[in-house]
């Protein structure tokens, strides 16, 4: 994995910008600690962060192929499972290699087939092609959006990096946002709109798509999305084909040629992950799998099980990592630590995240970067399966708004009278909620039932989903760790996307149809173990500490937030015991602790970043 970054001026020679890429590309250091390259040509100037997985010694980046009259550059950032493939079609055609990388693999595919070669990639990715034969430069980004890429087109310059940081170098770009920025911050937070770069003229390519800028300007088009279809299959040849799937991705993801480990929490997912991985490197003579899992100092002292979460994981991982044979690391975090952290995990991604679920998840990254390069890692099963409560209780299915962030009101409470006047929060959330809901592709004939649960399948891959994905780039990119999603293939997520709902939730389970999928690969009883969420501390000194936080920056005249918030309302939470543990601030995991974490690092974000509102 990398960072990429650069810019196009089609009216200058930007040959004596060197200085200009080298701070954009600098910044992205920890995404790429191996090594740094940039590359000048015309009005091109592209910049790479990178750290080394396959074919260390030869994939320096920017990469430059010159053949007969045309240039090709490309500076990428991700993995292309499939690359031997397409390496051997490709010399099949005439191309010869000069490394083992996937970025030649890359390049001469779109050498070979233009804009097209998306269609043949397996893979994550986010990149920038600059091809002088056409006179444009060709951007891409992976169907599941688990890489980045954010870009700003404004006056003829086109500005694009890995990270907003980088882009907020340029002297064309600015710190500052809008109504509609305020918004995603406040009650859209901390997922974000698709498309949406928070800051005033900043975008994200969407996820599927793709974009050339050239002399006449730019032009974004899409090259994947979902798509109704009738599944045919019996619910056998189902559970077959996403064993077969997930399986073949799993293997593809374990290529590397620097230390691979697993993430294991205990539950369904994670333990299929590494079961498959265990079988594979048997198989192969790999030796021993390496895991990973992460806890808090005293949460089995102070655990209460509840809905979203209803079991502590430490039992379940150990049962795994007994039944398994791997090697096991179990690392765990104070309070102190996590609260340290928080600042950390705002600047790692460039806005307020998910609080201490960030925090913990970039402390853990860092831990793993001790052993490993590579971590395999279970994100987006419960997306892609069915797996949050939101997706089997009523008043969830029935909220009329992102099931994950139900109180608006609440959030709007918390804002000044003057923001909340101008923002709109309720107008706001609305529009966005209905705009996902006019995308939604629907299948003739589908009863209410199987229409409203695949609607839900496609809020959670499009908006929620996303918001995971961010959070584990950005804090494992932080820590110079590549994470590797193979529930994310899109060949799995194209499959499970059509099958329907009674065949997903068989036997009236969260994800049935996958773990009856996994029948034989973990045992009986951590296959139908309660699904349990990424852990987060349940210590109340964690609670007390961020309070504490919140109430020194209410009292600190000079804090970049107080225009922007209700200082009574937040008051009046923070002296309410109940108020502060119980609140449904976002998903399953952030709620009064994280409300409080949460309004701190705004106030971090607005200061750190000296952002303008207006």
């Not at 004939?445 to 918001?467: A, D, H, K, V, W």
Request: proline share 6%.
């Amino acid at each position: 994995m990398c960072g990429i970054a650069g810019f196009i001026e089609w009216n200058r020679d930007l040959t004596r910008e060197l200085d200009l890429v080298l701070d954009m590309t600098s910044c992205l250091e920890k995404r790429g600690p191996d090594a740094q390259g940039t590359w000048i040509s015309g009005p091109c100037a592209f910049g790479h962060r990178r750290l080394s997985v396959m074919d260390p010694e030869n994939g320096a980046q920017p990469m430059v192929f010159t053949e007969e009259d045309a240039t090709y550059a490309i500076v990428y950032n991700g993995e292309i499972y499939n690359a031997p493939e397409l390496r051997k079609e490709l010399e099949q055609r005439g191309h010869r290699f000069n490394t083992h990388c996937d970025t030649e693999v890359l390049l001469q595919a779109y050498m070979e087939w233009g804009p097209d070669c998306l269609e043949r990639l397996n893979g994550i990715f986010a990149f920038a092609v600059w091809d002088s034969g056409r006179q444009h430069v060709f951007f891409a980004r992976d169907r599941l959006g688990v890489k980045p890429l954010f870009y700003c087109n404004l006056d003829g310059t086109l500005i694009f990096a890995s990270e907003p940081k980088s882009l907020l170098k340029h002297p064309k770009m600015q710190a500052a946002v809008g109504a509609d920025g305020l918004a995603e911050i406040f009650v859209i937070g901390p997922a974000r709109t698709p498309g949406h770069g928070i800051y005033k003229n900043m975008k994200e390519l969407r996820p599927g798509h793709a974009m050339i800028f050239n002399r006449s300007g730019l032009q974004v088009f899409t090259y994947w999305k979902l798509r109704a279809a009738t599944h045919h299959d019996s619910v056998e040849d189902t559970a077959a084909t996403i064993r077969s799937l997930l399986q073949d991705t799993v293997e593809r993801q374990l290529l590397s040629d620097v230390p691979v480990c697993t993430l294991l929490s205990g539950g369904l997912d994670s333990s299929a992950l590494t079961a498959l991985a265990v079988d594979y490197y048997r198989r192969t003579g790999q030796g021993q799998v390496h895991t990973y899992s992460v806890d808090y100092v005293d949460n089995d002292k102070y655990f209460q099980a509840h809905s979203y979460q209803p079991g502590a994981d430490a039992p379940w991982i150990k049962r795994m990592v007994e039944e398994l044979g791997t090697e096991h690391h179990w690392i765990a975090f104070d309070t102190p630590e996590l609260l340290k952290s928080l600042p950390d995990s705002t600047e790692a991604r460039d806005l307020p995240g998910m609080a201490d679920v960030d925090a913990s998840l970039l402390l853990f990254c860092r831990e793993i970067k001790k052993g490993a390069t590579v971590a395999i890692s279970g994100e987006a099963a419960d997306e892609v399966f069915g797996g949050y409560p939101w997706f089997h209780r009523e008043e969830l299915l029935g909220a009329g708004t992102f099931p994950w962030s139900i109180a608006t009101d609440l959030r709007a409470d918390l804002l000044s009278s003057e923001v909340r006047d101008w923002i709109k929060p309720e107008q706001y959330v609305a529009e966005r909620y209905q705009e996902a809901l006019d995308e939604v592709p629907h299948l003739q004939g589908e009863s209410p039932e199987q229409s409203r649960m695949r609607t839900m399948s496609y809020l959670n891959i499009t908006r929620f989903m996303p918001t995971l994905l961010d959070r584990k780039d950005r804090m494992s990119m932080g820590a110079g760790l590549e994470v590797r999603v193979p529930f994310c293939d899109h060949r799995l997520v194209d499959y499970v996307w059509n099958i329907p709902w009674e065949i997903k939730a068989l036997g009236g389970r969260e994800k049935g149809i996958l773990r009856k999928a996994l029948e034989g690969v973990l045992p009986e009883d951590v296959l139908y173990r309660k699904k349990s969420p990424y852990p987060k501390t349940h210590n109340p000194e964690y609670l007390s500490a961020v309070k504490a936080e919140v109430l020194n920056i209410l009292n600190d005249p000079s804090s970049p937030i107080l225009p922007l918030i209700n200082k009574a309302r937040i008051l009046e939470i923070a002296s309410s015991p109940e108020s502060s543990t119980n609140l449904p601030w976002f998903g399953q995991l952030m709620s009064g602790p994280q409300l409080f974490a949460y309004l701190a690092q705004v106030n971090h974000w607005l200061s750190k970043y000296q952002v303008s509102v207006g």
